[in-house]
Each structure stands twice: as structure tokens, then as C-alpha cells.
């Protein structure tokens, strides 16, 4: 059964940095394209930003240029270094597998998700 777990989560205060990570059993991450999703209290989820295998990215407008995302496939990992967190960036966060990113387009998900990791910015 394909399960993701993300971790790396907390609390921190506005203007801090977290740098959350995506792992997998019985699913390489290495061999998918991978996004990250936030879900704020009484709001949608959201797609945050995307990796595809080959290493291309894309990013919300909401993040660009304050969140990058990578994988160390050595790990079998993605990680999304949050900088400059504001608290708007409060959410539960998630990864999804299974899905594809195209360029210039956002991440389309797939079925697999995380059970996510809460992420609390005070200001």
C-alpha cells in the first residue's frame, strides 16, 4: 500500500524558515512527479509547488521566491524549504505523488496523498 508521510513541521515566528520533507513506502519519489498542497483552516487546498523527475519546478505566485522545492533521490526525498514565512503560510501542508507537471503549468495531482504536517506561523 502506497503511503507518504511528510514531516518537519512546527510553529514559527513570521520572517523564519522550515524546510519540510516527503518520503514514500512501496513508491519511489524519485520516479514521480511530486507536488506539496496547503490547506488553511475553512479555505480549499491549494497547490504550492511541483518537482517532475527530471528536476523542472514550478511555484504558486503565493510562494514563488520564498519556498523552493527539491528531492535528493538518493533519499528518495522531496523537500520544500519554506523562507521568509509569513502567517498566511499557516496551513496543514502535503505532499501528492501519482500525478504530473507540465511546463508552465501548475502540478496536476494525483492519487496518492500524505496525511499532511501543520505548519504555524505567528506574527
Known amino acids: 500500500q502506497v503511503q507518504l508521510v511528510e514531516s518537519g513541521g512546527g510553529l514559527v515566528q513570521a520572517g523564519g524558515s522550515l524546510r519540510l520533507s516527503c518520503t514514500g513506502s512501496?513508491?519511489?519519489?524519485?520516479?514521480?512527479?511530486i507536488g506539496w498542497y496547503r490547506q488553511a483552516p475553512g479555505k480549499q487546498r491549494e497547490w504550492v509547488a511541483a518537482?517532475?523527475?527530471?528536476?523542472?519546478?514550478n511555484y504558486a505566485d503565493s510562494v514563488k521566491g520564498r519556498f523552493t522545492i527539491s528531492r535528493d533521490n538518493a533519499k528518495d526525498t522531496v523537500y520544500l524549504e519554506m523562507l521568509s514565512l509569513k502567517a498566511e503560510d499557516t496551513a496543514v501542508y502535503y505532499c501528492?505523488?501519482?500525478?504530473?507537471?507540465?511546463?508552465?503549468?501548475?502540478?496536476?495531482?494525483?492519487?496518492?496523498w500524505g496525511q499532511g504536517t501543520q505548519v504555524t506561523v505567528s506574527s
Open positions: 512501496e513508491i519511489s519519489l524519485s520516479r514521480n512527479d
Open positions: 501528492n505523488a501519482g500525478g504530473w507537471l507540465t511546463f508552465g503549468s501548475p502540478y496536476q495531482s494525483g492519487r496518492y
Open positions: 518537482i517532475s523527475v527530471g528536476g523542472s519546478t
